[in-house]
């Protein structure tokens, strides 16, 4: 009897994900004559202050041990991180951090100092060298451009110069760090990207006038530079966001929101807007969302490769007018207010950073918007998460750039998303789904493979003890892993599109975060499939997406997707099933 029920259950989810997957790649059906609801957002400030973390902040530097450890040096605070150490049940929600991980680099040596201890300072500091890049920060690329327009070789153009954070943001020669800097005259008789020396206070010219891997010439490409700053590692803004239908107490959603400047991931990388214990009408949807890797490869090589980074949060327009700001870096929009970035205005400036939240609706039911726009050396990139009243969620990754002349030349954006899906609880089951008489295949362990638009491939996590489950399907921009150029060979850079992944460390420390790729910028998630049992098991989903574009401008517009209102988008979409 049991059986029976099984097989009968296991069709009708069948019939539910063959609908589905079909509606999934074609256009949207008609809206419901179903009023629309009215969603209602609320925001209260989670995790330390930025109060708390400039206390503790202080209190390290001026500590005996980190003295020590940098006695007679020329030194810089460049990531400061915090974390817990309480490693609860991932079923639990996430709790505020604990303790705090901050990383002085030494440019005397060249070393980096790591000092760790508890926020409430109680505990003793403890203090570790290594040798790493920790990544730059607005302080640093400030004080290297005052270097720049001080050297005699720039001082004579004087305002006429106009400066800027290029790519790579730092060069090592003979083992010492250059953050680099790009200079260029109004006129456009110079352009040069140079680096700076703080171990001796000076510009360091290259061969060529910039660095192997970002060639300059006349020609550039890209929106103009508003010349504002961006964030570093560290700032305090986290917030937990519930979404309630108008009159009703019942959450239609409920999350915990971290702004890129505190989220999690590899020193000097991090993982953009994040997202942590996602519920939909009370259920666990996932654990943690966030995009740890991204990357960008040059048609034969004419610039980088470059591995870039999520922390840096550029401006954009989020209107202050009637809005809430329940923590730092967190702006709920007043309503009929819309967030705008340099994808959608093709204007560089802004007036805030962080994360704007509102609410909208361009096609697809009420939607629920999470932005921020983050930079990286002349990129700009804009990554959103869109909740929808209907529990579908749309995580969006668009792509800008400001003038330059690398952006001038084809090359594809890779972008790899890690779904943690914990689907009403952690232990789940995960099923590649296909157009074909195989539909619905399980998938008991680790594995790895490619989209295939044909066959309308995806993948389903369903809970391990119910009928609930999720659908990621790609998007029509997502491309593909292998593709370079229109008629180009294939390249394997991108590496793959989706890995099914066992979850390893705990839900403070999640222990495939930091992909061993040694020196090269691209992605290696190869190493962790491995043969380990998903079934029954907490299942993590890396989800990559591809995009070639030319002239700052995207090979992928014919298939547009109704988010982010513009160009250069792409992303999956993950829908609920029997819910």
């Known amino acids: 009897m049991k059986t029976c029920l099984n097989s009968l259950v296991g069709a009708l989810l069948i019939i539910s ?18 009023a629309t609801p009215r969603l209602v957002i609320s925001g209260t400030a989670w995790g330390p202050s930025q109060r708390d973390l400039d206390d503790a902040k202080r209190r390290t530097e001026a500590s005996r041990e980190v003295q020590s450890a940098l006695s007679g040096s020329n030194y810089r605070l460049l990531s400061f991180e915090t974390f817990d150490k309480l490693g609860l049940d991932k079923s639990l929600p996430s709790p505020p951090p604990t303790h705090y991980r901050a990383i002085y680099y030494n440019y005397v040596n060249d070393t980096v100092v790591i000092a760790e201890a508890d926020l409430a300072g109680r505990e003793r500091l403890s203090v570790t060298t290594d040798s790493f890049d920790p990544g730059v920060t607005p302080e640093e690329i400030g004080a290297g451009i005052d270097i720049v327009l001080k050297d005699s070789g720039f001082s004579s153009h004087g305002s006429k110069n106009e400066t800027y954070a290029p790519m790579p943001p730092t060069s090592y020669i003979d083992g010492e760090r250059l953050v680099n800097i790009g200079v260029r005259s109004v006129e456009g008789d110079l352009h040069q990207i140079v680096g700076v ?16 891997s970002a060639p300059v010439s006349p020609e550039s490409c890209g929106i103009p530079s508003a010349g504002q700053s961006s964030t570093g590692q560290g700032l305090a803004g986290q917030a937990q966001i519930v979404i309630n239908e108008e009159n009703s107490p019942v959450p239609v959603w409920e999350m915990l929101v971290i702004r890129p400047s505190s989220s999690s991931g590899r020193v000097g990388e991090r993982s953009g807007v994040e997202v942590r214990d996602v519920k939909y009408r009370g259920k666990s949807v996932m654990k943690r969302g966030h995009v740890p890797i991204l990357n960008v490869k040059y048609i034969n090589n004419a610039c980088g490769p470059f591995r870039d980074w999520q922390y840096s949060e550029g401006p954009f327009m989020a209107p202050a007018e009637g809005a809430t700001n329940p923590a730092a870096g967190i702006r709920i929009l007043a309503e009929g207010q819309i967030a705008t970035t340099s994808v959608e205005t093709r204007n560089d400036f802004g007036n805030f950073q962080g994360v704007a939240v509102y609410q909208q609706d361009v096609g697809n039911g009420p939607e629920v918007v999470m932005v921020s726009e983050l930079n990286a050396g002349w990129y700009r990139y804009i990554m959103e998460w ?22 001038c030349a084809p090359r594809n954006h890779h972008v790899y998303w890690r779904f943690d899906m914990d689907v009403v609880q952690p232990q789940n089951k995960a099923f590649r789904m296909e157009r074909g008489r195989k539909f619905l295949t399980p998938l008991n362990t680790e594995t790895s493979f490619l989209r295939s638009y044909g066959l309308n491939r995806a993948v389903l996590v369903q809970n391990g003890a119910g009928d609930e489950a999720y659908q990621i399907v790609p998007g029509l921009n997502d491309s593909e892993a292998f593709f370079s150029y229109p008629g180009g060979p294939p390249d394997p850079y991108g590496h793959g599109d989706f890995w099914i992944l066992r979850f390893q460390g705990t839900a403070s420390d999640p222990g495939e975060l930091d992909d061993p790729n040694g020196s090269s910028s691209a992605a290696n998630i190869a190493p962790w499939v491995n043969g380990e049992s998903i079934n029954d098991q907490d299942v993590v989903i890396w989800y990559a997406a591809h995009q070639y574009r030319v002239d700052d401008a995207s090979f992928a517009e014919r298939h547009k997707q109704e988010v982010i209102t513009g160009r ?4 999956p979409e993950l829908r609920p099933v029997r819910w």
């Not at 020396?197 to 192997?212: C, I, M, Q, T, W």
């Not at 990754?397 to 002349?405: L, M, R």
């Open 568 to 571: 250069h988008v792409v992303g």
């Open 17 to 34: 994900f063959v609908s589905s997957a079909v509606i999934a790649n074609e256009p949207s059906a008609k809206k419901s004559s179903r």
């Open 197 to 212: 020396s703080f171990k001796r206070g000076e510009v360091v010219r290259y061969p060529n006038d910039a660095p192997e």
């Open 386 to 407: 869109r909740f929808g009243y209907d529990g579908t969620i749309r995580p969006r990754f668009g792509f800008a750039s400001i003038t330059s002349s690398c952006v």
